[in-house]
Nanobody, 112 residues
């Protein structure tokens, strides 16, 4: 199964972006799907996850600003990012953690 992330771009601080991650098969096959991010020079950090039962969890740094969701019919998960900060600048990856499957990243750049 492949994961294809999209939706990154350049946005001003305080703005919003929505990332999408399309799976090549049914996302119901995954117990969990997640978003991670990696800022330049840093390690990859957890951002959010959603389980097949629609339970969600967020990193403290994004709680209250980011929302992860899933559309089973479209085999796609989303990351709605609001109130973006410059420190949110990173490459964002869609991940199936239990399968250790990573999609290609999408760059998010937040300017001040």
């Amino acid at each position: 199964v492949q994961l294809q992330a999209s939706g990154g771009g350049l946005v001003q601080a305080g703005g919003s972006l929505r990332l999408s991650c399309a799976a090549s098969g049914s996302i119901l096959n995954f117990n969990m799907l997640a978003w991670y991010r990696q800022a330049q020079g840093n390690k990859r950090d957890f951002v959010a996850h959603i389980t097949s039962g629609n339970t969600t969890n967020y990193a403290d740094a994004v709680k209250g600003r980011f929302t992860i969701s899933a559309d089973n019919a479209k085999n796609t998960i989303y990351l709605q990012m609001n109130s973006l900060k410059t420190e949110d600048t990173a490459v964002y990856y869609c991940v199936a953690p239990f399968e250790n499957t990573w999609g290609q990243g999408t760059q998010v750049t937040v300017s001040s």
